[in-house]
């Protein structure tokens, strides 16, 4: 049908050419042109609704197409959030948390017990560094593309939907320059796992370092947090606004929680022990270098 039509179109545009011409008197003869113009004219009419009705279903097509796949990247922004990401966040909290409570080698043991899990370099790609990398970018093209009405509708959720998207941000850069400063260290042979606790004590000892990491862990607790509110809703499981009320709170309790647990765990990384393991290491690495 395709082809037919535009078989049709072809010889309309060449026979106004022809028509054109023998007006200019190069040549005088149009060869029953002048019948298909005229068919031409008088199915114009006609045809230009199936063609408009043709454009309108492909791009309407099109534009479902581009709305599925941006409701599935959303969901999957979503889902690898909370599910690889927030247990992570949580056992990594954990860990930490350690050195507040328990000390230097209490941290060290809960270090090399993640370190010793069967597969450990297969679980932190597939179930960390991928999610991350995915989660991280296109979060940033969220932020990026986001319209944000807080100046004209000052809302407690629009303010909530503004927070979690500066600290988003925030967030990417952290968590990024905390794996160079320790995975990526490791991986290079620059560190070792036994030593992450006095590498961190070394790093805290920076006054700006120690402001960056403070407000790193905590807009990464509140990014989670309020990501958890918003996973419940769009998933449909806090579906009623009584029920999405309860649960915020519920968040903001989670998100006050994990950020004074976070806080601890790097003023337990500043404790004495931590500073004399740091100082012994860095005597160790002046002998032998």
Same mark, same amino acid.
């Given at each position: 049908?395709?082809?037919?039509?535009?078989?049709?179109?072809?010889?309309?545009?060449?026979?106004?050419?022809?028509?054109?011409?023998?007006?200019?008197?190069?040549?005088?003869?149009?060869?029953?042109?002048?019948?298909?113009?005229?068919?031409?004219?008088?199915?114009?009419?006609?045809?230009?609704?199936?063609?408009?009705?043709?454009?309108?279903?492909?791009?309407?097509?099109?534009?479902?197409?581009?709305?599925?796949?941006?409701?599935?990247?959303?969901?999957?922004?979503?889902?690898?959030?909370?599910?690889?990401?927030?247990?992570?966040?949580? @056992? /990594? !909290?954990? %860990?930490? +948390?350690?050195?507040?409570?328990?000390?230097?080698?209490?941290?060290?043991?809960? $270090? &090399?017990?993640?370190?010793?899990?069967?597969?450990?370099?297969?679980?932190?790609?597939?179930?960390?560094?991928?999610?991350?990398?995915?989660?991280?970018?296109?979060?940033?093209?969220?932020?990026?593309?986001?319209?944000?009405?807080?100046?004209?509708?000052?809302?407690?959720?629009?303010?909530?939907?503004?927070?979690?998207?500066?600290?988003?941000?925030?967030?990417?850069?952290?968590?990024?320059?905390?794996?160079?400063?320790?995975?990526?260290?490791?991986?290079?042979?620059?560190?070792?796992?036994?030593?992450?606790? @006095? /590498? !961190?004590? %070394?790093? +805290?000892?920076?006054?700006?370092?120690?402001?960056?990491?403070?407000?790193?862990? $905590? &807009?990464?607790?509140?990014?989670?947090?309020?990501?958890?509110?918003?996973?419940?809703?769009?998933?449909?499981?806090?579906?009623?606004?009584?029920?999405?009320?309860?649960?915020?709170?519920?968040?903001?309790?989670?998100?006050?929680?994990?950020?004074?647990?976070?806080?601890?765990?790097?003023?337990?990384?500043?404790?004495?022990?931590?500073?004399?393991?740091?100082?012994?290491?860095?005597?160790?690495?002046?002998?032998?270098?």
């Amino acid at each position: 049908m395709s082809q037919v039509v535009h078989k049709y179109k072809k010889a309309v545009s060449a026979c106004r050419k022809v028509v054109y011409l023998s007006k200019k008197r190069v040549i005088g003869e149009t060869e029953g042109c002048d019948k298909l113009l005229t068919l031409s004219t008088a199915t114009s009419k006609m045809r230009m609704p199936i063609y408009q009705k043709l454009h309108a279903r492909n791009g309407k097509g099109k534009r479902q197409r581009m709305k599925r796949g941006y409701f599935y990247s959303r969901k999957l922004h979503s889902l690898l959030g909370v599910i690889p990401l927030g247990f992570f966040m949580i @056992t /990594h !909290m954990v %860990s930490n +948390f350690s050195a507040f409570e328990g000390g230097l080698d209490s941290f060290q043991d809960k $270090v &090399a017990l993640i370190n010793g899990l069967p597969l450990v370099l297969v679980l932190e790609i597939f179930g960390i560094w991928l999610p991350l990398l995915y989660h991280g970018v296109y979060g940033l093209y969220i932020a990026y593309t986001a319209r944000n009405n807080v100046g004209n509708f000052n809302y407690g959720r629009n303010f909530a939907f503004l927070m979690q998207r500066i600290t988003g941000v925030i967030t990417f850069i952290f968590v990024t320059w905390h794996v160079f400063e320790t995975r990526v260290q490791i991986a290079l042979g620059n560190l070792r796992s036994e030593d992450l606790g @006095t /590498h !961190m004590n %070394s790093i +805290f000892a920076n006054p700006f370092m120690l402001a960056f990491y403070v407000i790193g862990a $905590v &807009a990464a607790s509140y990014h989670f947090a309020n990501g958890l509110w918003a996973f419940f809703v769009s998933w449909g499981i806090t579906v009623g606004p009584r029920s999405q009320k309860v649960f915020a709170k519920i968040c903001m309790g989670l998100f006050v929680i994990m950020s004074v647990m976070f806080v601890l765990a790097i003023v337990g990384m500043r404790k004495e022990e931590f500073e004399a393991a740091s100082a012994i290491l860095a005597s160790a690495k002046s002998v032998i270098g």
